[in-house]
Structure formats: structure tokens, C-alpha cells
């Protein structure tokens, strides 16, 4: 019997693209796991107890279930959030993980997610709200590191809408706080600022080197001021070097 030649798969749709083009192989596991995970709480009605007791976030974690931040992230309890992670996580997640790799992208995911559901839980005991649950502050911490790492490069929101990657994160970081607030959730409010944080130092360069930078470089604008000819002058009065030799 001859050889054959090799069957090949037909192209994809071209309307699939956009949304393919963002599926990285280490994307497509966590959306998955993600899935089957809900699918499950949802069908089989038998294991949700064991879901809200034991595996999402709760006053368990202070009595010795210990694993409940690493396995909450898994957990949605709540269809809405359920997808509006996986939006997130699929909108950013391929950017992130094709600059800084698949093993630091992981490590920023799983990171930012365990310590934020830790911040929640130690929170939970002195005011109590709802299950910790979903990957939120990890896919909240993978948009700070998206507009720590692109910063000023426009981002494609919806349609035409399009901003600068930094201000997407910070409407983002800033719409979950004013939200936690406004439902007087001190323990969602914890973990979002501890992801953000995480996010922050964990996308890369100096870290905590890179907040210190921001403050002084604030500082010295304060300190200079423009005067006419291109001269800055301190406080004191006295003449300093122009200013584009401190400011490119």
C-alpha cells in the first residue's frame, strides 16, 4: 500500500483570528481548567457544599485549610464573574505571557491571586461579606502588569475605542476599589490592593527600585520650576542648569 500524504487541517475561519491569535497554549490550560471546574460546581449539585465550604475562600483558611487561596482562584461561584475572568484573562493573558515568558507569567498569575485570596482571608474574620472566589485578582493583576509593560502604547478596548495601556489599568485597579468601597467589602478591598501591588512589582524591571524612582523624579519636578530662556530655578532663588539636561 503506498504512502499517503499527510491530511491537512483545514484554515481556520478568518473571524476567528482575533480571538485565537490571544490563545497561547498556556492561556487555553488555564481557560479550560477554569471551565470544567464551574461546569462542575454547576451540574453536580451534591459537590457544591464541598465547593463553599472547602475549596473557596472562607474561615476555613484560618482553621487549617490552608490550600483554600490556591484553590479559590478556581472556584466561581458566580457566572457573571466567571466570565468576565476568562474575558480578562484571554485579553491580556497572551500579551503578558509573549514578553516575559511562560514561567514568569505563571509566577505573576499565581502569585498575585494566592496573596490577594490571603489578604481577603485574614480580612474575612473581622468583617465578613461573601466567599472569597475566581481568579479576579490575579486577571486584575495581569492588567497592571500590562500597563506597567506597555505603558503608553494604545490598546484596543472595543471597536474603536482605544487608550493607553496604562490607563486602562489604572480605570480598572480604580473601578474595583470604588466598588469595594461603595459595598463596604474591607476584605475584597484588601485583596485587590495587595494583586495590584503584586502585579506591579512582578511585570518587571527594578520593582520597589521603580516606586522610589516615581517619587523622587516627582520630587525634583516640584523642587524646578521653568523659567523664560529655558532655565529652571529652586526654591532658594538662585539659577540651575536648564532643563533638558534633567528632563529628556
Not at 32 to 56: C, D, G, M, N, S
Request: charged share 15%; proline share 5%.
Amino acid at each position: 500500500m503506498r504512502d499517503l500524504p499527510p491530511r491537512r487541517r483545514a484554515p481556520a475561519p478568518a473571524w476567528t483570528r482575533p480571538i485565537t491569535e490571544r490563545l497561547t497554549p498556556t492561556i487555553k490550560a488555564l481557560v479550560v481548567v477554569e471551565t470544567l471546574v464551574y461546569f462542575f460546581y454547576v451540574f453536580v449539585e451534591r459537590a457544591q457544599p464541598l465547593f463553599k465550604t472547602h475549596l473557596a475562600l472562607g474561615p476555613g483558611m484560618m482553621q487549617g485549610e490552608f490550600w483554600q487561596p490556591l484553590t479559590a482562584m478556581f472556584v466561581h461561584l458566580n457566572g457573571l464573574t466567571f466570565v468576565f475572568n476568562l474575558i480578562g484573562l484571554w485579553f491580556v493573558g497572551a500579551f503578558i505571557e509573549r514578553t516575559i515568558g511562560m514561567r514568569r507569567f505563571l509566577v505573576l498569575f499565581f502569585a498575585s491571586g494566592i496573596l490577594g485570596m490571603v489578604a481577603m482571608g485574614l480580612v474575612l474574620p473581622f468583617k465578613p461579606f461573601s466567599l472569597g472566589e475566581g481568579c479576579t485578582y490575579a486577571v486584575l493583576a495581569l492588567f497592571v502588569a500590562f500597563g506597567r509593560m506597555y505603558n503608553r502604547a494604545p490598546a484596543q478596548v472595543l471597536g474603536g475605542l482605544v487608550m493607553q495601556a496604562r490607563h486602562l489599568s489604572m480605570i480598572l485597579v480604580g473601578f474595583s476599589v470604588v466598588v469595594d468601597l461603595a459595598r463596604g467589602d474591607l476584605a475584597s478591598l484588601a485583596a485587590t490592593l495587595v494583586a495590584s501591588l503584586t502585579g506591579f512589582l512582578l511585570a518587571g524591571g527594578k520593582g520597589f527600585g521603580d516606586i522610589v524612582s516615581l517619587w523622587r523624579a516627582r520630587r525634583l519636578r516640584r523642587r524646578y520650576r521653568v523659567l523664560d530662556g529655558g532655565q529652571s530655578k529652586g526654591k532658594s532663588g538662585s539659577s540651575a542648569k536648564p532643563r533638558d539636561q534633567y528632563w529628556n
